[in-house]
């Protein structure tokens, strides 16, 4: 009889996932004549590597006082859990969209379960290093009692301070913030998917280094310049006028390539009749001067005419001479009706290729102003300081994902891309799923720059933190484009999650009141959290998605809950005495069986709601001789 197995606080279910463990049996699988009593020989390792071990002392990358201990905190894996928040969602039950209020580093380690290798595309737009915009702190002794302390959560809290240039720390610090998170964040994506991060001038060169480094620089997809100022800087010390930021794209695996933009078919047309069907012209200019193409310098002459159209000095001819040829005698060039003009080539759409051109690596025609313009639009005041806007990630959303995607951005801010989401979701009438991570980060009225912003949370009794103006902005924006887009019935809800110290109590004794710790912690969950609390940290740990439909079913007069169709089962009801015992597994197991899970289905209990050893005897007895061998408590 297998019987019931106790999920205590260190057990591997009650954590995120063990990057280090994941990666020691991969190699294990790879190498396993390099393991000897489950330790790797690195001797061995290298001589069957060869070539490819560097050992070389100077070693080519970027480096920096805390690089090591970041990729050990990345691989740490995280005791905190996600406490659903139904009343601040909108269409809990039915919405696949999520919005977790939390610090991004242990969310994404409490993701890596559910969400490993399923996120389509990660856009991200972190703090740019400015020397005021820096949120993050960089104790990770106890990240999440950390976290608890910066966000006003337990007593003790205390102000996030800025990464300012006088720290000595400028660049390092911003790093070691960012490094872990971007490999974290590698785990989530899914084979064909890309990550793309917003910066400036101040840490590109470095976010590139760390971005070749954790995806391979073989993996590097472009460097996108975005013309985000509108008019020229008249504060601009050096007399430039900065007006560029730049997007970074890296695919998760090599061969990922975006799908161009499509054909503007509104400028083909058959105005002639021509029985080759629709056409448009374009220019025949070549991109070579006289010393770097002769062959393409050549005068064209009209054969009805005798009119003669010289060659542009700096750019010659697209074509060769033997094939311009071919074009005027299959009559598809066209001559202007003054000397003025140049001849231009007459293209058919049948001849069109490509059903998609080149998406552009300088975007332009979308600026910082327009997000500025839709923030005004749907609160009616400036609230954030230049917001992205959002057809400059809708566009990117596009060139990426198709429906029923996710996209993931874990410094949500404003909420764009949410907002782009459901845009581009309405303009294509299809599904993609987004996930939004924002840090509580405190509004402080008394802040120039942040007074509009916090008098807003005033105005509507919200508490002042910048991840209450990320979800009144999903909620504003969801109701303007369903307004605007009547026919199209889409996703408009989100769940709303935040981060906290797991559900499942920690031993931590009192040496001097031994007695008394024994007391408090002979319940093994921590008091005041709601049974819902436990159910979804349940669904984190062991690797189900936050959106899965969770059916609740009385049995016995026990509340019991099916979670993904059956394959988890969970009941956290106190009373379960050797009388309620056999009705309620026996109910279980019928609806087990009408619910026919396609997976192995697993089934928990709260160890403090069973009675007596007899009574948890019988559970497993009974659940066990009806073909559910995995049975748990907590």
């Known amino acids: 009889m297998t019987g019931i197995k106790k999920l205590n606080w260190d057990a591997p279910e009650t954590k995120s996932a063990d990057l280090v463990a994941a990666n020691l049996e991969t190699l294990k699988v790879l190498f396993p004549e390099a393991f000897g009593e489950g330790q790797i020989d690195f001797d061995v390792l290298k001589e069957l590597l060869g070539s490819s071990v560097d050992r070389r002392d100077e070693k080519f990358g970027l480096n920096w006082h805390g690089k090591r201990r970041a990729r050990q905190i990345a691989l740490t894996p995280s005791t905190g859990t996600l406490l659903p928040c139904l009343e601040e969602s909108v269409d809990w039950d039915t919405t696949q969209n999520l919005m977790i209020e939390g610090d991004n580093l242990e969310v994404l380690k409490l993701l890596q379960k559910s969400f490993s290798g399923k996120v389509k595309l990660i856009y991200i ?79 590109v060169a470095n976010l590139r280094l760390i971005l070749n480094e954790i995806y391979g620089e073989e993996n590097f997809v ?47 047309a058959n105005p002639d009749n021509d029985p ?98 839709e923030i005004r639009s749907l609160f009616d005041v400036d609230l954030f300081a230049f917001p992205k806007p959002t057809e400059l990630i ?55 720059e942040q007074k509009v912003a916090a008098d807003f949370c005033d105005k509507l009794k919200l508490p002042r933190k910048i991840s209450e103006l990320t979800k009144e902005r999903l909620r504003r924006s969801a109701k303007r484009i369903d307004e605007e887009n009547p026919l199209f019935k889409g996703d408009s809800g989100f769940r709303v999650f935040k981060l906290a110290s797991s559900n499942i109590r920690a031993w931590e004794p009192d040496p001097d009141d031994i007695e008394n710790s024994l007391l408090k ?82 089934v928990v209990f709260k160890d403090s709601g069973i009675t007596d050893d007899i009574a948890k005897t019988n559970m497993a007895a009974i659940l066990n001789q009806n073909g559910i061998s995995d049975v748990r408590s907590l």
């Not at 900065?242 to 970074?248: G, N, V």
């Open 276 to 373: 080759r069907g629709d056409w448009m012209s374009r220019s025949m200019l070549g991109l070579a001067t006289r010393d770097q193409r002769p062959n393409l310098h050549y005068d064209i002459v009209e054969p009805s005419t005798g009119r003669v159209f010289p060659p542009n000095a700096s750019t010659g001819w697209r074509y060769s001479r033997e094939r311009m040829a071919e074009l005027i005698s299959a009559g598809k060039v066209l001559f202007p009706k003054n000397d003025q003009g140049r001849p231009r080539e007459k293209k058919f759409r049948s001849e069109m290729r490509a059903e998609f051109i080149a998406f552009r690596s300088v975007i332009d025609g979308i600026h910082t102003a327009d997000g500025t313009q």
């Open 394 to 448: 809708a566009s990117l959303i596009e060139q990426v994902t198709a429906d029923g995607d996710i996209v993931l951005d874990f410094f949500a801010g404003s909420g764009t891309t949410g907002h782009a989401v459901l845009k581009q979701n309405a303009a294509e009438s299809v599904k993609r799923r987004y996930m939004l991570v924002q840090l509580p980060e405190p509004l402080d009225p008394s802040n120039r």
């Open 125 to 203: 737009d972190p703090p740019y290093n400015t020397g005021k915009d820096f949120v993050y702190p960089d104790n990770y002794s106890d990240n999440i009692k950390n976290y608890l302390e910066l966000t006003g959560q337990v007593e003790g809290g205390r102000r996030i301070s800025s990464n300012t240039e006088a720290s000595g720390r400028f660049h390092t610090d911003w790093l070691n913030m960012m490094y872990p998170r971007l490999k974290v964040a590698r785990n989530l994506l899914h084979p064909d998917g890309v990550i793309l991060v917003s910066c400036d001038d101040g840490e």
């Open 222 to 268: 472009a460097q996108f310049v975005w013309k985000a100022r509108q008019f020229t800087d008249a504060r601009a010390n050096t007399n430039i006028s900065t007006d560029h930021e730049y997007i970074l794209a890296y695919a998760r695996d090599d061969g990922f390539s975006l799908k161009g933009v499509g054909r503007d078919e509104s400028k083909f």
């Open 521 to 602: 912690n002979t319940e093994h969950l921590v008091q005041g959290r709601a049974e819902e609390d436990v159910l979804y940290e349940l669904l984190l740990k062991l690797g189900l998605d936050l959106c899965v439909p969770i059916e609740t079913r009385s049995i016995a007069g026990k509340a019991v809950h099916s979670i993904g169709g059956g394959v988890l089962i969970v009941c956290l009801a106190d009373g379960l005495t050797k009388e309620v015992i056999e009705p309620l597994s026996a109910g279980i197991v019928a609806w087990h069986a009408e619910l026919a899970p396609a997976a192995d289905t697993r």
